[in-house]
């Protein structure tokens, strides 16, 4: 087993946080970095299939090692009277009839690769409400931030102008400067429906701002609106990591990134430091020394990798405080409404109740989004699967009639820690590298399923509103467990007591371990995409360790 | 998606051996019932224009439990009339297919509906030469759709 010490920091994961955009800072600074990445490379223009006849049957695709290993356990007991909230069609009727909650088909929906979940993230890009990082100070409930937004904001501004963010968001809090953000894009015709029927409810909406190209930057082109950005971008366009931080980063000639290769665990050092991972790389054991290790697994992979090394976790959070994503959608067809399938997904926005405390009766917000190309109502197959029901004939009638009026809206919501949500390793279950998986625990609590209801509610009438004379699609977290975002496992704080790592990331019990993924979160947010977030804490703690 | 359905019928009762079937799925048959569902109109071909029977036999012969859900279905439909299914008249298909479109969805007749329609329209939605009749190209790429939109 050979062990290699040629560099200056090692990051486990090439996804948004440390194996993107600290990489990209590190290296920028002159620093030698090694990224150790558990699954493959995708090629844009070769692994993606919207050239494909055949593109609406297939989704991002997976290849070799592009899945974490992960296991379920208690996802809570459904409550018959809250069957308002079941997921439902028109075609298939009810989508779950268990009496438990179960992991939908997308379950902890994420890809490990060069790129990480960007790679089929749609490429929001959110700033954190700056109310949101004062939670339990203000609302008691949950946990604050170890920093303030004020703290944060030029790295978001950095980040921002790295990655290319369209946008043109209303003035406030969260936008001091929007000077560095490239030009707005069309709303969508489902889009402006719902901004139409925002004004009738007295919800404001806004364009939504996009890692997504309105104009050419950094020899990539701009969106051609294809609105398949979940399926992956295969114009390069969308903000992904690999074409924008890790790219950059390569282009230094500092960076290494070795795909397919595990670590299975941490090796203490001298003191109270790491020295080194050890892991496997195609089918062969490796052991790198690390002067420096920043974690970026994600906030399943993050708990599962210190768990099983036992290490910092002297306060007994590692793996706690799991906050997984609330979300809840409705759709509908709105007669006269057409080409809704064209433009960029979640290209509009609501923020009227994200600030905490504006939901009546609850302390953590939400947003809602424009949604119809993210759900994936963008093709026939679509439409005939979920929102036309019928055969024959009139069926194909009410197709060509239909296809393209379909509307859907979305909330996202904040979730509070609670000691039931965690993540731990399975007791009984174990990859291919005889490593225990990771097992997902998360029960909705009595403020999660107020917010769901609150949320459907609100959908709903924005459907109403908008002319939709009866929904017919309609699914959310109540029934199914789906992680886009997943958060909260190596909370930040700066009681080593009660956290895993401080304000900059850095592990309260390990000199040299830091981390840098949406485990560190103390709070989801009021449904904010993480992704920005992430990296700009990211780039904040490789600006510390260069200091 | 169609790999999640056909896990669906793993081990369901529905997908066992019914009394006198013979484990073999016909096709004759299930490309006459994919046209009751997916007649052809004025703007796109019918199902089995597209062979989308077909499609669905390849789709089964990687997913077992769906290839003997078909056969066994397929067997049914010919038990409901004085000949196999396919000799029937179209009326009385459509009759048959009217039944099953209604029918419990926990028996074979309602799940033999629910999911032969929905793997099928999946495939046969899928076929360029039906995506032109929405004025789709027949890939979102490389063209993409430029604005402005209305």
Known sequence: MAVDGAYDAVIIGAGAGAGGAAAWRLCSHGLRVLIIEAGPRFDPSVDYPLTNADWERRGFPTKPNSQGAVSYGDLGTLDPGDVDLAA??????????????????????HVQGVGGSTLHYVGEAHRLNPASFSLASDHGIGADWPLSFEDLEPFYVTCETEIGVAGAPESGARWPSDAHLQPVHPLST????????????????????????SEPKDGRPNCNYCGNCGRGCPLGDKGSADVTFIRKAEATGLLTIWTDAQVTRLVSGQGVRIGSVIGLRNGASFE???????????????????????????????????????????SGLRAGLMNSHKGLPA??????????????????????????QEVGLMGPVAYASRLVDGYGAAFKAQMHRNFGSAISVSGTGETIPDERSFVALDPEQVDDAGVPVAQINSVLTDHSLALLRFMAGRCRALLAAAGVEEVLEEYGSWDSFTATHAFGTCRMGNDPATSVVDAFGRAHDIENLYIADASVFPSSGGGEAPALTIQALAVRLADRLVA | MLSALAASLSGHALAQQLPGASGRIDKQTLGAYLDVLLPADDLTPAASALNVAGDLVQFASESPPFRQFLAVGTHWLNQTGRGPFHTLSLSDQERVVEWMSKADRNTLPGRFFLLVRLIGVEFYYSKPEVARAFGLNPAPQPAGYPPPWQ
């Open chain 1, 288 to 330: 790198q020394e690390t002067p420096v290790l920043i974690l970026a697994a994600g906030a399943v992979q993050t708990p599962r990798l210190l768990l099983v090394s036992d290490v910092a976790n002297s306060s007994g959070q590692v793996g706690r405080n799991f906050m997984e994503t609330l979300g809840w959608t409705s």
């Open chain 1, 88 to 109: 439902k069609n028109t075609v298939s009727g009810r989508l779950f009839n268990n009496p438990k909650r179960v992991p939908s088909a997308a379950g902890y929906s």
């Open chain 1, 190 to 213: 489902s889009a402006r429906a719902l901004e139409k029927a925002g004004r009738l409810l007295g919800m404001a909406w806004e364009p939504n701002t996009r890692a997504a190209l």
């Open chain 1, 347 to 372: 290209d509009a926005v609501s923020w009227a109740y994200n600030n905490p405390g504006s939901v009546p009766g609850l302390a953590g917000g939400c947003r809602f989004t424009a949604s119809t």
